[in-house]
């Protein structure tokens, strides 16, 4: 055959090929786009759910890494959960409260699994997860299937804490984001019955930022905010945060708390060595302070008499912040709480063989600030102490370590040159009163 039949022939045979291999490798490509396309729009893209929302079909249908799964199964998809009340629990492994209330989410998806779906979802690695899941001596015996290491999931249903639940009604619409205390038994019957009007939603609250400051305003120009509110706000936890400008302190919010810690936030600002033995509570009714003083059950008296306060000032008032504080707590609260001087028995702090010191010393001004604080956490404590020394000596915690009785904190302090005695001194009281203008 000749050279120039062979190049025909050849052609005649590879050219289809040629077409054919360039057709498929097109395929291919638009196959992997389309395959990509969903997850890319997914993690980057995607609109975070709102309450009223319906859940788009990709998540239905996206594939999540799981672990202890009944059939030992590696993954799963919501899907497979579709008509049932869903119920997504955002945790984290370092979450105690969200650990804490596992088993009774895990009772009741016993008792409910024909119609309840309950999925744990973390957003750390499988590793970590696995590990905590099955040496936790709560969760070890749990046969709920956690979601692992998920960004999707924590992108459609943002929030700012856990626990963190998302409520998902057998139609896969959005009904609720709640806490975790939300989760029980009669609650979960109507939402299974479709009402959900008894579920408290969440607040997701910035707490970087001001309460209820508008984002269009300039918080630089902000000379004064007081704020405060009672009962529980879901949303927000247990929490302390302070407003600084250049690092300076000129505010602070405290949320969920109990009004006797917010008064005892301000005396430990407002009196040196504060401590709970300079608490006089002159109150006919004290249940509205803290709960060990009342008859209620926690959960409804922490729903009802929690607090939230926050007070900002301006930099240059910053001084006046807990004196603010107290006022604002003193101005909207049935009680009254004031500073006042009084004469109280006491332990004193004193060089050994020293001579009384005078008044000024007397009220925490001496050289060992440390011994006071550690000595006003001695449980059989029932005096406050009064640092009167006038140079400092070593500290170290370890000293009180073996410390049970008066008599043996006397000998170890006298060890170091110091002397501890019985006495009177005028101190500063945080006193608690009813406000009867209320």
């Given at each position: ?189 109507s939402a299974l019955n479709g009402d959900f009007t008894g579920v408290r939603q ?237």
């Open positions: 055959m000749s050279k120039r039949k062979r190049r025909q022939y050849y052609i005649r045979i590879f050219s289809p090929l040629a077409v054919l291999t360039s057709m498929c490798l097109y395929a291919v490509k638009q196959v992997s786009a389309q395959t990509a396309e969903p997850a890319a729009t997914a993690v980057a893209e995607i609109k975070p759910l709102q309450i009223g929302d319906t859940i788009p079909e990709y998540l239905w249908h996206l594939s999540l890494q799981v672990v202890n799964h009944p059939e030992g199964r590696d993954t799963v998809t919501l899907d497979e959960y579709r008509g049932k009340l869903i119920i997504l629990d955002f945790w984290a492994t370092w979450c105690g409260s969200c650990v804490e209330t596992m088993p009774q989410a895990n009772e009741l998806l016993n008792k409910n699994r024909d119609k309840l779906c309950i999925l744990p979802i973390s957003t750390e690695t499988i590793d970590k997860v696995s590990a905590f899941w099955y040496a936790n001596q709560i969760t070890k015996s749990l046969t709920l299937s956690p979601i692992i290491g998920n960004q999707v999931l924590q992108e459609a249903f943002p929030h700012r804490s856990v626990p963190h639940l998302v409520w998902i009604s057998p139609t896969g619409v959005v009904n609720a984001y709640t806490s975790s205390r939300q989760l029980n038994g009669g609650k979960l019957l969440k607040i997701n609250v910035d707490v970087t930022k001001p309460l209820f400051i508008s984002g269009s305003l300039p918080s630089s120009n902000l000379r004064q905010l007081s704020l405060l509110f009672r009962g529980r706000l879901e949303g927000l936890a247990s929490g302390n945060v302070f407003r600084r400008v250049d690092g300076t302190i000129h505010g602070r919010m405290l949320s969920n708390k109990t009004l006797l810690t917010l008064f005892e936030v301000c005396a430990r600002e407002l009196i040196i060595d504060y401590d709970r033995k300079r608490l006089r509570c002159e109150t006919k009714e004290a249940g509205g302070l803290s709960p060990e003083f009342s008859n209620l059950h926690l959960e409804q008296w922490r729903d009802s008499l929690f607090y939230t306060i926050e007070v900002v000032l301006a930099v240059e008032q910053r001084h006046r912040l807990y004196s603010e504080m107290l006022e604002t707590l003193n101005r909207n609260t049935p009680y009254i709480a004031s500073i006042e001087p009084m004469m109280t028995d006491c332990y004193v702090l004193r060089e050994a063989n020293a001579e009384k010191r005078a008044t000024a010393v007397a009220k925490g001004k001496g050289a060992n600030p440390m011994f006071i604080q550690a000595m006003n956490k001695l449980s059989w404590n029932e005096c406050p102490f009064v640092d009167e020394t006038t140079k400092e000596k070593r500290f170290n915690e370890d000293m009180f370590a073996n410390i049970d009785d008066r008599e043996s904190l006397r000998e170890m302090l006298l060890s170091h040159g110091l002397s501890l005695v019985s006495d009177q001194r005028e101190l500063d009281i945080l006193v608690i009163r009813d406000d009867t203008a209320n």
